[in-house]
């Protein structure tokens, strides 16, 4: 009991020597290396080392508090180096995470504290390191969201796999359709796009399929399927760009594109009928159409000629009619200068054009005398029958 009792004396005065080292030590050590917390903590450990180790024993305990001790020493000579190489490093980081670069695609928004500050253009620039912080959303770039379906693999060839959940909706009809589309769209304000929605591209693709769900919804499937596909699209681009302005999301759409549209397997023979019906109709149409339009032109041209020659027979009788008033205006003007001549001429006249026309030929007295009567027995055609002058 005695040389425990003396063993635990020398261990606290050994433990009192080496506190005031200690202390001269802290005092000489130069202020900037200092970490007080760290040797604060090691100190308080070596001492519970040492009063533990004196309880279970004086010699132990001596050589507990002397090895805590030791492990302080080597600790306080290694932690100004240590200080040294860690503030170098900081240092080097700090120059290097100063600058950055925006690409041509992209605007730089920049956070202090969490707060945007300022927005940069494309180039170089310089921010305050560790405290500042730079999103880079790229505004050029058209972003592209899937809906209804999803690329497997881009190919050549590529490949796509259906998704029911999102592509199967309900038409104005009533009728149940699959319809694949694809949503292109824009980052127009940054800020609004990073900090006004949680998830962008969840929201998107939500938006997406409620917008055209309810613009199928007042559509027949008909003109899903045909001519109204363009119409479809652009409902759902106006309704999905509200839906994004309510949110205040920064973004712009810049299409929506109907990829497939086609009716659930199920169904797909009964449709493909139907489809082949709607093409027999329209063919016969557009043949109606065709002969249509070949024959109302030849209709029209035909009109036309008729009116034109009725036109022109027109003219021919009206001038044919003011030559032959002006002509018996004109021998009546004659007439009346000297009627028996005028008179005489005109019987003259009618009797040539008549007489010439005959087969007969007249004679006076003294000159049928010497004509010898002929009777023919046999009809003979006549010879001059026919002739006009």
Do not use: C, W
């Amino acid at each position: 009991m005695v040389v425990e009792g003396n063993g635990g004396g020398g261990g606290n005065g050994h433990d009192d020597d080496q506190d005031n080292n200690n202390k001269e030590r802290e005092e000489r050590k130069p202020k900037e290396f200092e970490i007080p917390d760290v040797v604060d903590l090691f100190k308080k450990k070596a001492r519970k080392i040492h009063a533990n180790a004196k309880k279970a024993g004086g010699g132990g305990g001596g050589g507990g508090g002397g090895g805590g001790e030791d492990l302080l020493k080597d600790l306080k000579k290694k932690i100004p180096a240590i200080g040294l190489i860690a503030l170098v490093g900081i240092i080097i980081i700090g120059l290097f995470g100063a600058f950055y670069t925006i690409a041509p695609e992209e605007i730089g928004v920049v956070k202090r504290f969490g707060k945007v500050v300022r927005t940069t253009e494309p180039g170089p620039h310089l921010k305050v390191p560790f405290i500042e912080q730079v999103l880079k959303p790229q505004v050029t770039k058209v972003h592209r969201m899937e809906v209804g379906f999803e690329t497997i693999d881009p190919g050549p060839p590529a490949r796509y796999r259906s998704i029911d959940k999102e592509a199967l909706m309900l038409t104005g009809d009533e009728n149940i359709i699959a319809v694949e589309f694809i949503v292109q769209f824009k980052i127009s304000d940054p800020k609004a796009f990073l900090f006004n929605i949680r998830r962008p591209g969840k929201a998107i693709k939500d938006a997406s399929e409620a917008a055209m769900r309810e613009v199928v919804g007042k559509t027949m499937i008909s003109s899903i399927m045909t001519e109204g596909r363009f119409q479809v699209q652009q409902e759902t681009k106006q309704l999905l760009q509200r839906i994004l302005d309510s949110y205040d999301s920064g973004l712009s759409v810049v299409a929506v594109q109907l990829q497939d549209v086609l009716p659930p397997d199920q169904v797909a023979n009964a449709f493909k009928d139907v489809a082949s019906a709607r093409e027999d109709r329209e063919r016969a149409v557009e043949q109606a159409e065709g002969y249509r339009n070949d024959l109302i032109p030849k209709a029209k041209g035909y009109a036309e000629k008729i009116i034109n020659e009725a036109q022109a027979y027109k003219e021919a009788k009206v001038n044919e009619a003011k030559g032959d008033t002006s002509r018996f205006l004109q021998v009546l003007k004659e007439y009346r200068k000297a009627k028996d001549v005028t008179q005489k001429r005109i019987y003259i006249e009618t009797m040539v054009e008549v007489l010439s026309k005959m087969d007969k030929v007249i004679m006076e007295g003294s000159a049928a005398k010497n004509v010898l009567p002929y009777l023919p027995l046999r009809p003979e055609k006549p010879i001059n029958k026919g002739r006009t002058n």
